[in-house]
């Protein structure tokens, strides 16, 4: 959808770092749930999402597993980047990013289209405890083989965010695939231990 309204953007692949677009704003990420308006942007800025209404600035985000989500008015007047490991997840970030850009706009938030790019799928991502305690949506964990463990669908929880911000489902696209899965095309922080990022940006329209 963000394709076809001509809002440049991009999902990165393994070695996309090479290729980034010049001026691109992008946060010290923290897995939490905080939004900048940008810009300006200090280089010592906490948050994991930004928001922009200014004119041919990009904004952009970096993954190695965990969900990028990117966001646009349609008419090309705001746009917003997310980072959803599970803990900003738990906090619902994709969620206040919604609500942020859509009051930044003044519009409302059913507006807006959405897509959620590649990070690690449920056939690859188990969590203990802690993480299904904090996680209040039952409906995203599936059983482990392994006891006290669960599979976490963060795709299922990110799109239920954005539902509950307003947007509307037939307009949140999904670019599939497992980062974790998928070593040729994608880093993944937990096939890989330390490893590079995969950026991903969108870029207010002039
Ligand atoms: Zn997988």
Do not use: K
């Amino acid at each position: 959808m963000l394709e076809s309204l001509g809002i440049e953007h991009g999902f990165g692949l393994r070695d996309a770092e090479r290729v980034l677009p010049p001026g691109l704003l992008y946060p010290r990420q923290v897995h939490g749930a905080h939004v900048l308006r940008v810009p300006p942007l200090s280089p010592e800025a906490q948050a994991d999402a930004l928001v922009t209404d200014v004119p041919s600035v990009a904004v952009g985000v970096f993954t190695a597993d965990c969900v990028p989500v990117l966001l646009a008015d349609p008419q090309g007047r705001g746009v917003a980047t997310v980072h959803a490991g599970w803990r900003g997840s738990a906090l619902r970030v994709a969620e206040v990013a919604a609500r942020t850009l859509a009051e930044a706009l003044r519009c409302r938030p059913e507006a807006l289209v959405a897509a959620i790019g590649p990070h690690i799928g449920p056939c690859c991502y188990e969590v203990d405890e802690p993480v299904r305690a904090a996680i209040s949506d039952d409906s995203v964990f599936t059983g482990s083989d392994r006891a006290g463990h669960y599979r976490l669908n963060l795709f299922r929880l990110n799109h239920r965010h954005l539902l509950d911000a307003g947007l509307r489902p037939e307009r949140i696209d999904r670019v599939e695939g497992c980062t974790a899965c998928d070593g040729t095309r994608f880093y993944s922080y937990r096939r890989e231990g330390h490893t590079g990022r995969l950026p991903h940006y969108i870029r207010c329209p002039a």
